[in-house]
Antibody
């Protein structure tokens, strides 16, 4: 079945780094733009970053620009986000989400992975 | 940056119609997508491109978009519709996604 599974979350100190992964299965991964969306505890959804289906273009929210890097490996059907210089305000559940080619509607979501930035 | 404004909460009795609005400057010129999120779960797409329903979403869910307001309408509301609902657009001028603040739908 169509599935996205995130991993790599955990507790990290401010200023440190963390890399999240998102494994895709059950659909044509290289036909989907892939996004990261986060949700701080008790708060709403916040879009974080996108990478085009072939990796040619990447865009970021202002809040993470220069600190986060999105990437993908289509041979492994896996999406990544490298998060550097983490701050307390980056604490959130991080979801990966897929949007079919040419669309910006997120029709596939993972279950999320929790990232806590705390000393 | 583009801002989407939703009411924090909407309440409706079972069997009635719920309308959740999403305000934005000339939002009628953009494509709006809606998500349902129940506690402890990932969001689910319920309306895309203003008014289209993904397979598996009941016909009770519908959408419209014009002027400065997009609306998600849920007809014949059921207890299982109780959830947070988010609108979302793609802001092409900055190549960024934008979510509304979310609306908590309470079924009385």
């Amino acid at each position: 079945q169509v599935q996205l599974v995130e991993s790599g979350g955990g507790v990290v100190q401010p200023g440190r780094s963390l890399r999240l992964s998102c494994a895709a299965s059950g659909f044509t991964f290289n036909s989907y733009g892939m996004h990261w969306v986060r949700q701080a505890p008790g708060k709403g959804l916040e879009w974080v970053a996108v990478i085009w289906y072939d990796g040619t273009y990447k865009y970021y929210a202002d809040s993470v620009k220069g600190r986060f890097t999105i990437s993908r490996d289509n041979s492994k059907n896996t999406l990544y986000v490298q998060m550097n210089s983490l701050r307390a305000e980056d604490t959130a559940v991080y979801y990966c989400a897929g949007a079919a080619l040419g669309s910006y509607a997120f029709d596939i979501w993972g279950q999320g992975t929790m990232v806590t930035v705390s000393s | 940056s583009y801002v989407l404004t939703q009411p924090p909460s909407v309440s409706v009795a079972p069997g009635k119609t719920a309308r959740i609005t999403c305000g934005g400057n000339n939002i009628g010129n953009k494509s709006v997508h809606w998500y349902q999120q129940k506690p402890g779960q990932a969001p689910v797409l319920v309306i895309y491109y203003d008014r289209d329903r993904p397979s598996g979403i009941p016909e009770r869910f519908s959408g419209s978009n014009s002027g400065h307001t997009a609306t998600l309408t849920i007809s014949r509301v059921e207890a299982g519709d109780e959830a947070d609902y988010y609108c979302q657009v793609w802001e092409s001028s900055s190549d960024q996604g934008v979510f509304g603040g979310g609306t908590k739908l309470t079924v009385l």
